[in-house]
């Protein structure tokens, strides 16, 4: 039996490898090139954030500026709207690029007018400058149910105007290319007489848009 032992300890000796001598050189420039890698990657991270800070992009803002409804007085005729939104460029050193405005008006949860043509071209809105939208001659068919509403409880007629296009931001001599959807609703209202009533003018419309 000792034989026997001795030579099955001998086999599992000899089946054993001794490990591989380490290698600090090859430990040593690893961690350095970790260390180089994280810094940089830290470096841009805080260049990135400050220049947030500096630009600080601000959506456009859009305000409703004037709004009529001819027509509302006399009933069963139809109602041609008119008036005028203003765009808002609040950044210090971004542009807007907006594709052609539509505009469609919404009452009593339907749409009364849809996608008309409210800019014959794009616009291209420098910072720090405020550009007008005027649309007039927009006739709808819902004159009598406006005459109902502006005859019955506190005599005003709500309605939502909504705008649609495409937006693009550039900053300095970096232009974004990619174009997305831009959706503004303005609420309003007006009086029996077909003006806008006083707390909605200059209302700020919300946007969507990114």
């Not at 992009?57 to 859009?62: E, L």
């Not at 616009?123 to 509403?149: H, I, N, R």
């Not at 495409?166 to 007006?190: D, K, Q, T, Y």
Request: glycine share 8%; net charge positive.
């Amino acid at each position: 039996m000792p034989p026997e032992a001795s030579s099955s300890t001998g086999f599992i000796a000899g089946r054993t490898r001794p490990l591989p001598a380490e290698r600090p050189h090859l430990t040593r420039c690893t961690k350095l090139l970790c260390s180089a890698f994280l810094t940089l990657l830290l470096v841009a991270g805080v260049i990135v954030f400050v220049a947030y800070l500096a630009v600080r992009p601000h959506r456009p803002r859009f305000h409703v500026t004037a709004f009529t409804a001819s027509g509302i007085p006399s009933g069963g005729g139809p109602v041609v709207l008119s008036g005028q939104l203003a765009v808002r460029n609040p950044n210090r050193d971004i542009a807007y690029f907006f594709d052609r405005f539509y505009l469609s008006v919404e009452y009593r949860g339907g749409d009364v007018a849809r996608d008309r043509p409210l800019t014959a071209a794009p616009l291209y809105q420098p910072p720090k400058t405020t550009s007008p939208l005027p649309f007039e001659g927009v006739e709808v068919s819902a004159g009598e149910d406006m005459a109902k509403d502006a005859a019955e409880g506190d005599g005003r007629v709500e309605m939502t105007v909504r705008v649609r296009s495409r937006i693009r931001a550039r900053l300095a001599f970096w232009g974004n290319r990619h174009w997305h959807p831009l959706n503004v609703r303005c609420e309003v209202a007006v009086g029996p007489d077909g003006q806008l009533l006083a707390e909605y003018l200059q209302k700020r419309c919300s946007i969507d848009f990114f």
